[in-house]
């Protein structure tokens, strides 16, 4: 039995493609191919596009925020769990990361809190740069979309500020 990828394939883009590719399974364990998957990372993609879109420039003069706020802490965090998911080679908890930095960026951007917008750019510019490793067309476009210097590919890696993320209690289930 063979299955003809070209016809299912022919919708999406390469970046949709390498992405669905590593977050269907772990590495190294066998793939069981899902198109559910690729559809989601096509759409995750598509929604960050249009997400970036909205605040195109931004980096352009761009300070860091200075005061730590809830949401600045949740970017931190959200980095630290990225970080230690991609250098475990855990790609596709890496992947499932860059997914819900995306929505606490969305989530930050619909509350429209004075003062966030800061916050806001330094969270699309991490996810801009931590998403180049593992779908680099788009990332590229992101990072000179948002006005950033360079290439994405080769800009620093986000580091987690271990002030900003503070002593922070996390419920724990116990099974």
């Keep these: 039995n063979t299955l003809d990828l070209d016809d299912s394939l022919a919708p999406f883009v390469a970046d949709s493609l390498r992405l669905a590719s590593v977050f269907v399974a772990p590495w190294p364990r066998q793939i069981v191919w899902q198109e559910s998957k690729l559809v989601d990372c096509h759409r995750f993609l598509a929604g960050l596009f249009h997400l970036v879109a909205r ?13 730590p706020s809830e949401l600045l802490r949740r970017l931190h965090r959200e980095t630290a ?3 230690g998911a991609f250098e475990g080679r855990r790609l596709n908890v890496t992947v499932h990361g860059l997914m819900r930095l995306r929505r606490v960026i969305e989530e930050a951007e619909e509350a429209a809190v004075p003062g966030e917008e800061g916050a806001i750019v330094e969270g699309l510019s991490r996810l801009a740069r931590m998403l180049a490793p593992l779908a680099p067309h788009l990332a590229e476009s992101l990072w000179q ?9 080769v800009a620093p890696w986000p580091e987690a500020d271990e002030s900003v993320l503070g002593e922070e209690g996390r419920p724990l289930c116990v099974q």
Excluded: Y
Aim: glycine content about 20%; cysteine-free.
């Design 55 to 67: 605040h195109e420039g931004a980096l352009r003069g761009h300070a860091p925020p200075r005061e």
């Design 81 to 83: 769990e990225i970080t």
């Design 145 to 153: 979309r948002l006005g950033g210097e360079g290439f994405a590919s």
